[in-house]
């Protein structure tokens, strides 16, 4: 870590604490998985009817305002575009989510030790690594929100999907379904967020933007690397959606899927629901790391990123 990280954070009462009372390896994992996974759940429930939105956009190619106009015409704001898979958000956002954000740290940190210095590109990899990993294990997660957030959503509940999905599609086929986009979309998501996050952090305390590690930092770093993610990410979110949301029998992968977007529409057909997942993303992440952060420091006890 740079020094001017490690200055800023041990020169609080509450990281002075924290040094006092050491954490066994599983404690601190533990600890780091859950106030990421807290932090994350909070945010994307908030901002759970943009997320519907921009599913529904990559499904259909309509603006995210027809799209909105009609569901709350038709459920009202509640019903229509804020229930809509919020139970599997809660469900991604404990366990994917908290993992990948949440076991960031301990990952860029062995790295570094391994491999020396202080750049992005080690960052870029842990995050990638954590996303990768999470978005593998975690997939079938993915899966049920995304059907559950579509317009066109036959399951009763979020339990019934999973097990409906499992019986009539099978384990691997169905609840795994999509696997290498939603992992090729994680990796690059998570490699681009806390990468830009941290070394953003770090370039504004070294050369004196921000005087300290504080929610100013984190709001600012949390909003450039919202939108440097969300660009980099949505032409492969989008094919994640697409692959997630097939009905069975279509046995077309996420390679198949793009081909044939570009060429009924050119490579800008990948950034379909494009400004919704930005308009969520943005925000998300602005409220999201800093979130993390402050549970982080004022409830779990662990230092800042």
Not at 27 to 44: F, Y
Not at 54 to 67: G, I
Not at 72 to 90: C, I, K, M, Q, S
Not at 274 to 300: C, D, K, N, S
Request: aromatic residues 8%; positive net charge.
């Amino acid at each position: 870590r740079s020094a001017a990280h490690a200055a800023a954070s041990a020169s609080t009462p509450d990281a002075a604490r924290a040094d006092d009372a050491p954490l066994s390896h599983t404690s601190r994992i533990a600890r780091e998985w859950l106030a990421a996974g807290v932090g994350c759940a909070l945010a994307d429930t908030l901002f759970n009817p943009l997320e519907i939105l921009k599913v529904r956009a990559q499904q259909t190619s309509r603006a995210p305002s027809a799209l909105a106009a009609e569901s709350y015409a038709e459920r009202g704001f509640v019903r229509g575009l804020f229930v809509p898979g919020l139970a599997a958000t809660w469900m991604r956002g404990l366990s994917y989510t908290g993992f990948r954000i949440g076991l960031y740290p301990s990952v860029r940190d062995e790295t570094l030790r391994v491999v020396g210095g202080d750049g992005f590109v080690t960052r870029l990899c842990a995050g990638a690594f954590t996303g990768g990993l999470g978005a593998l294990v975690f997939n079938p997660i993915d899966v049920i929100r995304v059907r559950m957030q579509s317009h066109e959503c036959v399951y009763r509940s979020t339990l019934g999907a999973f097990k409906e999905v499992a019986r009539e599609e099978g384990v691997r086929r169905g609840l795994w379904r999509g696997t290498g986009a939603c992992v090729a979309r994680a990796m690059t998501l998570s490699g681009s967020q806390l990468a830009t996050y941290d070394f953003s952090k770090r370039w504004l305390l070294q050369r004196g933007v921000f005087s300290e590690d504080a929610p100013p930092l984190h709001f600012t770093s949390s909003f450039l690397s919202g939108c440097v993610a969300q660009t980099v990410t949505q032409p492969v979110d989008t094919l994640k959606t697409l692959v997630m949301s097939k009905p069975s029998g279509d046995d077309r992968g996420a390679i198949a899927i793009a081909i044939e977007i570009i060429k009924k529409r050119g490579v800008q057909g990948l950034y379909r629901g494009y400004w919704a997942a930005t308009a969520r993303q943005g925000p998300v992440m602005v409220i999201q790391m800093p979130l993390v952060e402050a549970l982080r420091r004022h409830v779990f006890g662990l230092e800042y990123f």
